[in-house]
């Protein structure tokens, strides 16, 4: 799987958008790229993936870019809550196994 | 709520000891994975079990081993623990294996916490 990385840490003011920056400059054309979040400790939980198309769901936006070297995740209107740990993650589809290969992540609080 | 159990919660142990961890996946879901996390070494895949059948291993000590069983619950056992050995043992649990976007996401129990004293 392609190497990612993240800053290791952001600040973000309750109610305005995290945007979180992920570099993949290594990624090829079957490669994925996912986002999980770790909140305190917890088991880390699913946000959000997309190959080359821009992404989204109820909890964020994924924006690649067209070289699809990097991607953002947008949390439109941050909360208290989404104060964790993001992981941008690059993994094959496919058949085979699906593990993930965690970096250190980014460290993303909100501050009130 | 992820859907996916595990149990225990909290465990403390002393070394040299044998402990076993449990996964319950969720309700359809055929692949369960197994994550250690401990404070140097950040979260790090150990193994991958699908339909019962061991699928991958990552970087699982040869004193680590796990199964899952016909009704897909899962076990980790650790043995001969080790004071490094103390961590956060995540199970995650996926659809399958197979190409479609649908089924590739994991979700992931609240872990078990692993104290070796």
């Known amino acids: 799987d392609a190497k990612t990385t993240q800053p290791p840490s952001m600040d973000c003011a309750e109610g305005r958008a995290a945007n979180l920056p992920c570099n993949h400059s290594?990624?090829?054309?079957?490669?994925?790229v996912y986002w999980y979040r770790q909140i305190h400790s917890q088991g880390p939980q699913y946000i959000i993936h997309?190959?080359?198309n821009n992404e989204t769901n109820e909890m964020a936006s994924l924006i690649i870019t067209e070289d699809r070297k990097s991607s953002t995740l947008i949390l439109p209107h941050a909360t208290l809550r989404d104060t964790a740990v993001y992981y941008c993650?690059?993994?094959?589809?496919?058949?085979?196994?699906?593990?993930?290969?965690f970096g250190k992540g980014t460290k993303l609080s909100v501050i009130p | 709520d992820s859907g996916v159990t595990q149990t225990p919660k909290h465990l403390i142990t002393a070394t040299g000891q044998r402990v076993t961890l449990r996964c319950s996946p969720r309700?359809?879901?055929?692949?369960v994975y197994w994550y250690q996390q401990s404070l140097d070494q950040g979260l790090q895949f150990l193994i991958h079990y699908y339909n019962g059948e061991e699928r991958a291993k990552g970087n699982i000590l040869e004193r680590f081993s796990a199964q899952q069983f016909p009704d897909l619950h899962s076990e980790l056992n650790l043995s001969s623990l080790e004071l490094g050995d103390s961590a956060l043992y995540f199970c995650?649990?996926?659809?399958?294996?197979?190409?479609?976007?649908?089924?590739?996401?994991?979700?992931f129990g609240q872990g078990t916490r692993l104290t070796v004293v």
């Open positions: 993650i690059v993994r094959i589809h496919g058949a085979g196994s699906y593990q993930l290969t």
């Open positions: 309700s359809g879901d055929l692949s």
């Open positions: 290594t990624i090829s054309g079957n490669e994925y």
């Open positions: 995650a649990s996926s659809v399958g294996v197979g190409g479609d976007l649908s089924n590739t996401e994991a979700f």
């Open positions: 997309g190959l080359k």
